[in-house]
């Protein structure tokens, strides 16, 4: 089992930035890829941004340079630096942690709105 804890988020004017950080709790396992993802209301769920344990990224391109990506694997952290926010942006984040691609956790979400 593995517990994400989340941080960070809140409320931003458009063109402001945000910072949301999410760490894995009492787990010895080895955490594979740790991605954000995000869902706005009355849509699905869609993968924001993900880092795989060597570093490598990956971005929806609704966010590319604007959103980065980092990761504490020392720490099973996960940190997403949110600049140049849109309303668009607007969401619940949430954190999540793949053993494998069968086996993943989720946080409990936490939320971000952009005012105009």
């Known amino acids: 089992q593995v517990q994400l804890v989340e941080s960070g988020g809140g409320l931003a004017q458009a063109g402001g930035s945000l910072r949301l950080s999410c760490a894995a709790a009492r787990t010895f396992f080895t955490i594979n890829t740790m991605a954000w993802y995000r869902q706005a209301p009355g849509k699905q769920r869609e993968l924001v941004a993900d880092i795989t344990s060597g570093g490598s990224t990956n971005y929806a391109d609704s966010v590319k340079g604007r959103f980065t990506i980092s990761r504490d694997n020392a720490n099973n952290a996960v940190h997403l630096q949110m600049n140049s926010l849109k309303p668009e942006d607007t969401a619940v984040y949430y954190c999540?942690?793949?053993?494998?691609?069968?086996?993943?956790?989720w946080g409990q979400g936490t939320q971000v709105t952009v005012s105009s």
């Open positions: 999540n942690a793949a053993l494998n691609p069968y086996v993943k956790y």
